[in-house]
């Protein structure tokens, strides 16, 4: 399928290494299933425009892959867009929210006589933003990494929010958010389990407790026993 460029009539247009800006005005007209070569957003300035099934009105935002089939109808009273084209596909794409700043940001720019360096910058801003995973995964997935590296160490939600730079309430939500469950019950996890391939050895019960990460034997059975519904002496003679 052949990459379409922008339609309709062009208001204003301004490009630049990092890509392309474009102001159009079209009329009530179906444009056919077409795609552009380039990472493409549009920006519904006026009328709506009807795309994937969904109607887009003022100021409502659609992103586009690279070579992303689509088809666009405009309203009855046509549509005004503001367009832009990356010359550079993020890696990974993602619609985040912090992007829209910079698109109502770069509207302006090209309405007031554009300078070529301001407009550079803000398009490499807006792929950064596409690109970012939300602050709250990149917490989660850093908390996690840390867990599973350190789950033998003694950890508090305190000490980990610390060395992330984050608050731990922010980190108690983002790793549930993510990961459907508590960060404390991670690290549970993550200590039966190792406790679990210890308990197949001979290591006296205790010193399994502590190289598991935990304070004592007592709170080792009391949560092997929550997690396992049995104790560790039980479990390690159900392995024999």
């Given at each position: 399928m052949e990459a379409a460029q922008f339609s309709g009539r062009v208001i204003r247009e301004f490009r630049t290494a990092a890509g392309s800006i474009t102001e159009t005005d079209h009329p009530r007209v179906t444009i056919p299933a077409h795609a552009h070569p380039q990472m493409t957003i549009c920006r519904v300035l006026?009328?709506?425009?009807?795309?994937?099934?969904?109607?887009?009105?003022?100021?409502?935002v659609i992103f586009r892959h690279p070579d992303e089939?689509?088809?666009?109808?405009?309203?009855?009273?046509?549509?005004?867009?503001?367009?832009?084209?990356l010359d550079r596909t993020p890696p990974q794409f993602r619609q985040f929210s912090a992007a829209h700043p910079v698109i109502r940001r770069l509207t302006l720019e090209l309405r007031r006589g554009p300078s070529a360096l301001v407009v550079e910058g803000l398009l490499y801003q807006l792929i950064g933003e596409i690109s970012r995973e939300p602050a709250g995964n990149r917490v989660a997935r850093a908390a996690s990494k840390l867990i599973h590296e350190r789950f033998t160490?003694?950890?508090?939600?305190?000490?980990?929010?610390?060395?992330l730079g984050v608050h731990p309430v922010h980190l108690t939500r983002s790793f549930r958010r993510e990961f459907g469950t508590t960060?404390?019950?991670?690290?549970?996890?993550?200590?039966?389990?190792?406790?679990?391939?210890?308990?197949?050895?001979?290591?006296?019960?205790?010193?399994?407790?502590?190289?598991?990460?935990?304070?004592?034997?007592?709170?080792?059975?009391?949560?092997?026993?929550?997690?396992t519904g049995t104790t560790p002496r039980r479990y390690r003679i159900a392995l024999t």
């Open positions: 006026r009328g709506e425009l009807f795309e994937a099934g969904r109607v887009f009105r003022t100021n409502d089939p689509h088809a666009d109808e405009f309203g009855s009273d046509g549509a005004r867009c503001f367009n832009i084209a160490e003694p950890l508090s939600l305190r000490a980990i929010a610390d060395e960060l404390v019950d991670a690290v549970e996890i993550l200590r039966i389990g190792y406790a679990k391939e210890l308990l197949a050895g001979t290591l006296p019960i205790v010193e399994i407790a502590l190289a598991s990460g935990f304070a004592d034997q007592s709170h080792f059975t009391k949560v092997f026993r929550r997690a």
